[in-house]
């Protein structure tokens, strides 16, 4: 299931000295595991949106990356949108703290035999903010934080990293979202009372 991938194949990456070793083991605490299962039943079973209240260092973003790759791989059709608040923290190739960076940073670690039969991680990595699986039709998406994001997409879930933070306080983008996924999932530290993540807390 979701936590087993995880615990044997998710991959995490700290550059910072305190860390022994650049890249980790992305093994679960606690905390993180509930934030898998929420995801699950949130998006795949009840088809419905959601909060994530987030603090620093915590691994949100790192858990919601992971956990997309996870169904890229192996649900049929699944399909997320990603933003934050710049169009820079969605993908600046070798920036690793971008989202878009994460995922490929994951799926490149996948073992062989787990990536979609004849997928090339060079050439199926390099379009700017998209990944596709042709074996399964599974994608992600990125998209800067403007008015209109998302508006002609469809996708299975929008997660929107540091939502507290998007221009004209989240307002529009959330309500551009409102067709185009049943799950919007905002995840965000606070700043303010004054922003559609803070309404919506």
Known sequence: DTKHWFDLYAWGFDPRPRSPLSVVPFVLFPAQERLVDWLDETVL??????????????????????????HWRFSEGFSALFSSRIEDAVDSKKNLNTIFERLRFQIRLMPKWMLPKNFDTLRGLSPDK???????LSSLLGSAPTQSVGR???????FL??????????????????????????LSSVAGKLNKYRSEE
């Open 45 to 70: 079973e009840y088809k419905t949106s959601g909060i994530i209240e987030k603090s620093r260092d915590e691994g949100a973003t790192d858990v919601t990356t992971r956990w997309s790759v996870y």
């Open 130 to 136: 998209f990944i596709y699986n042709p074996k399964n």
């Open 161 to 186: 990293d540091e939502f507290a933070f998007y221009p004209f306080g989240g307002f529009p983008q959330f309500t551009s979202l409102s067709q185009t996924t049943d799950s919007i999932i905002p």
């Open 152 to 158: 002609s997409d469809r996708v299975a879930c929008a």
